[in-house]
């Protein structure tokens, strides 16, 4: 681990130190609806597990490997992507964990890419579980 490994004030908004000092969503989920694994271009790597209820993200936690940036990332995704609907979680971007964090430096803004990735892998890995057990899901609608 570098010093660039270690986060300045100034460099990072507030809202990373806070994440950084009490993560959220850290664990695994038992049984889960759907389970990603993928690993940055910088050797870190993160495990999300997902149960999903109604189309919608009930529970979901992370497993970061890395550095603390991979870790305030993953987190930060997590609470980004709880609650929401399937859909909608895919189209979380890496820019909107840039955003809830307060900003990243320019050479980790891959960590960001990292957790929104693993997010999808998780989703994917959810599609293929719905699709190989033949039950097929229909989107609520109002009206």
């Known amino acids: 681990m570098s010093d660039d490994d270690f986060p300045v004030p100034g460099e990072v908004g507030e809202q990373f130190f806070r994440i950084a000092k009490y993560p959220k969503n850290i664990g695994a989920i ?17 495990e999300v597990s997902l149960q999903i209820e109604m189309e919608n993200i009930a529970d979901i936690k992370v497993l970061p490997r890395g550095c603390v940036y ?6 930060a995704m997590s609470e980004l ?13 890496p820019q909107d964990v840039v955003n809830a964090l ?22 994917a890995d959810y599609y293929r579980r719905v699709s190989q057990s033949g039950i097929i899901i229909t989107p609520l609608t109002d009206g």
Do not use: F
């Not at 038992?30 to 271009?41: C, E, F, L, M």
């Not at 991979?70 to 987190?75: D, F, G, P």
């Open 70 to 75: 991979t870790l305030v990332c993953a987190s």
């Open 81 to 93: 992507a709880k609650g929401r609907n399937v859909d909608q979680a895919l189209d979380l971007e």
């Open 30 to 46: 038992k049984n889960p609806s759907g389970r990603g694994t993928a690993v940055g271009v910088c050797g870190d790597s993160i």
């Open 102 to 123: 307060g900003g990243l430096p320019e050479d980790h803004l891959h960590c960001a890419r990292l957790a929104v990735n693993t997010l999808g892998e998780a989703i």
